[in-house]
Structures are given as C-alpha cells and as structure tokens.
C-alpha cells in the first residue's frame, strides 16, 4: 500500500512539473523603456514566451520560409490572444508574438520578435521588432528595414503573416 501511495505521489510530481505554467499578465513596455534588451528580460524573465499561446491552427513546430528558417514555432502573448478578433486592423498595445526560428535539422538558431509599444513608431504602427540569438543576445532591434519591408506586406493585418486578425 505504501508503495502504491509513493508511486501515486512521483507521477503527480512529474504530470505537475510537466504542466504549461500560466502566463503572468504584465503592462506593457513604454517607449522609455523598450530596449532590445529590455524586450529579452520581458519574455524569458518576467514571463516566460514558452507559456504563451500557440493559435491552434499554427501550433507547435511548423514549415516556415526564408529567411526565418525552415522550421517555426509562433507564440503570441496572453494580452494579444484574448483580444482578437480585431477590427481597424491594429492590435492592442502591449502585444507580443515570439517566433522561434528553428534549422532544417530542427535546432533552434534564433528568436525573431514583434512587441507593440504605444507611441514608439507610429508611421508602422508602434511595433517594435528584434531578433536574438538562443541565449538572449541582441541581434537586431528597433525598426530594422528589412524586418518591416517584409512585413509591410501585410500592413492591412498590423504586419502579422501567419494569423487573420480580424479572425478569433
Ligand atoms: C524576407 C521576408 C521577411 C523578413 C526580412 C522578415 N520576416 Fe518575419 N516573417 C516572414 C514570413 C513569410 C513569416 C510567416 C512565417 C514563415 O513563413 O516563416 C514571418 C513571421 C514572423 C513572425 C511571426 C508573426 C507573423 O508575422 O506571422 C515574427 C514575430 C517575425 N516574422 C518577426 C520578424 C523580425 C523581427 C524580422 C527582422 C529581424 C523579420 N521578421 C524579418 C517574412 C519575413
């Protein structure tokens, strides 16, 4: 019996620790305060993107296209998943979506990331882009031309690809 019970006991330990953790819902970064390193504190210290919400019609690891790797996995945080569907084509501020950009071979090579600050670029709709490396270097940041001109084909969808938001 006692067996059974210390059984009972690990199993719960293990299926508890395995378990997504919920996501902490914070205020959004101001333009005095977003930095590429501040954005990196934001989504591996004070929450952590892995707790973030995948759509489910592009969950888990995904094709992806040049230049973000063959593989892709997309979060979006808590504050942006609860808000759509959106109409007038803007997402709310405080929004942001996390792509992990994975190698043919399925490694992870970088981060590639869309954060929405009131106020900080109006003329593309106050995203504030920025790649990192795995472990949290800065790469690129702020409003890197390459990031937008690409993006900027979906301007109508607030320059997000993967996802209609104006769609739940
Ligand atoms: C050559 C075009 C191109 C460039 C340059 C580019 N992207 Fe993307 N991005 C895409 C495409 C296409 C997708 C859709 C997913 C996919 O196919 O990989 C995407 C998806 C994303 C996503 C997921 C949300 C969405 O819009 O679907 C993020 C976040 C992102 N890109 C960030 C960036 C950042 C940050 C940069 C600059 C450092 C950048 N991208 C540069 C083409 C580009």
Redesign the pocket.
């Known amino acids: 019996m006692k067996k059974i019970i210390v059984l009972i006991a690990v199993f719960t330990i293990i299926f508890l620790s395995c378990e997504k953790q919920e996501e902490v819902v914070l205020s959004p970064l101001t333009v005095s305060e977003i930095s590429g390193e501040r954005l990196w504190e934001r989504i591996s210290v004070e929450s952590d993107f892995q707790n973030y919400s995948q759509w489910d019609d ?1 969950d888990g690891l ?8 063959a593989w ?1 996995k ?1 979060y ?1 945080n808590k504050l942006l998943y609860d808000s759509l569907p959106v109409t007038g084509g803007r997402v709310p501020e405080g929004s942001i ?3 992990e ?1 994975y190698t043919s071979s399925k490694e992870l090579d970088k981060l ?3 954060a929405k600050v009131q106020g900080y670029s109006p003329e593309t709709n106050d995203w504030f ?3 990192f490396s795995p472990e949290g270097e800065v ?2 940041e702020g409003s ?1 031309g ?6 900027s084909g ?1 301007k109508a ?1 607030d ?5 209609n938001i104006d769609e739940p």
Do not use: D, E, F
């Open positions: 592009h995904r094709p992806g296209q040049s230049p973000h790797g892709h997309v979006a979506i996390v792509k950009n590639t990331v869309m882009w920025a790649a790469l690129a890197p390459g990031c937008i001109s690409c993006h979906l969808n320059y997000i690809i993967i996802k």
